[in-house]
């Protein structure tokens, strides 16, 4: 699991979403006049007895109702969803013959904009703003866009069905791989990439060697998640196994055994006297310590870059646990 940074254009996301709940083609030139003489009394009327201003950390008197719920951050809306629960608001429909519980029948309009937003390419334009090529899920999959198409899937957090209010909610948007988004459908996970009050690397990728020779066959070792011994963060650690085990990790991370071992291999040999041998061997190829451990390694280990590259965070966690970042950081301060 990746955190997703914050979005950088969320007044041309909020434009769009007000758009589509207009219908019909208009010129961008009337959507604000229009939205606020035709819809503002609709949502108001919609949100009463349920969601009010007091809901949002955002208390500035300029924005409606509307305009926080679409670009609430991801804590504010959990506080919502807890709300919901608490007050028990909860109606039961029949869909596709199956019955389902949702908050309001009447906010299932938001549903009918996310699917004018999908048809528009949203998944495509947010995999280009956030600027992320894997999925935050796994960090296993590729999620870019091969030109006009996208590869990336919208998963709602907040399940669409059951929380039709939240269909649209920029933080409620997570691009997704394919095979996260498709084992995921609607059970709820236990953290949220976009929950940025959550400390992430508390959770580390490692391995355990099943028998002592573990060395001469990848698949005698096991690859794990584990977490803090100390215990800091009980709840982060409850809902981080949650996603774990929702979305297959621990099944997923067992198909590269072989890329752990090739990445233990190398740090094995990878130390003060190979570097500076590679470093005279072939004078310029490499820039920094950091360009020297990616060229080696083969992968990006800075938490920055994770979403930039499939298996980064496998990486960076083992580089931590065998002592290389270390060594290469060491090296740096002394140079
Ligand atoms: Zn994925």
């Given at each position: 699991m990746i955190p997703i940074p914050p979005f950088p254009s969320p007044s041309a996301y909020l434009f769009q979403t007000k758009k589509l709940f207009l219908h019909g083609n208009i010129s961008d030139c009337n959507v604000e006049s229009r939205f606020s003489s035709e819809k503002e009394k609709e949502f108001k009327s919609l949100f009463a007895g349920i969601i009010s201003s007091e809901d949002f950390d955002d208390t500035s008197a300029d924005k409606t109702l509307f305009e926080k719920l679409i670009l609430a951050p991801f804590p504010v809306l959990q506080k919502i969803h807890k709300k919901f629960h608490e007050h028990q608001f909860q109606t039961q429909i029949i869909k596709n013959e199956r019955k389902i519980w949702v908050v309001k029948d009447e906010w299932r309009i938001f549903l009918k904009a996310y699917d004018r937003l999908v048809s528009r390419h949203l998944n495509s334009w947010l995999v280009d703003q956030y600027g992320i090529k894997c999925c935050p899920y796994c960090n296993e999959n590729f999620v870019f866009n091969r030109g006009d198409k996208a590869s990336a899937q919208l998963d709602h957090f907040f399940p669409k069905d059951k929380y039709?209010?939240?269909?649209?909610?920029l933080y409620n948007l997570v691009p997704a791989c394919p095979a996260c988004n498709h084992i995921k459908r609607e059970s709820m996970l236990g953290v949220s990439p976009h929950d940025n009050k959550r400390d992430f690397d508390q959770m580390r990728i490692s391995y355990t060697p099943?028998?002592?020779?573990?060395m001469l066959d990848h698949h005698t070792l096991d690859v794990i998640f584990r977490f803090g011994s100390s215990g800091e963060d009980r709840e982060f650690e409850q809902d981080m196994k949650k996603n774990i085990a929702c979305l297959k990790l621990e099944p997923a991370y067992q198909n590269h055994r072989d890329y752990v071992q090739e990445i233990v291999n190398k740090a094995f040999w990878y130390n003060d006297a190979a570097t500076e041998a590679f470093r005279n061997s072939l004078p310029g190829v490499f820039g920094s310590e950091g360009e020297m451990l990616r060229m080696v390694f083969g992968n990006y280990a800075e938490p920055k870059d994770f979403l930039k590259r499939p298996l980064s965070k496998l990486t960076r966690d083992l580089l931590l646990e065998l002592g290389v970042l270390n060594m290469t950081k060491k090296r740096q301060g002394d140079t």
């Open positions: 039709p209010l939240f269909a649209v909610s099943k028998v002592s020779s573990w």
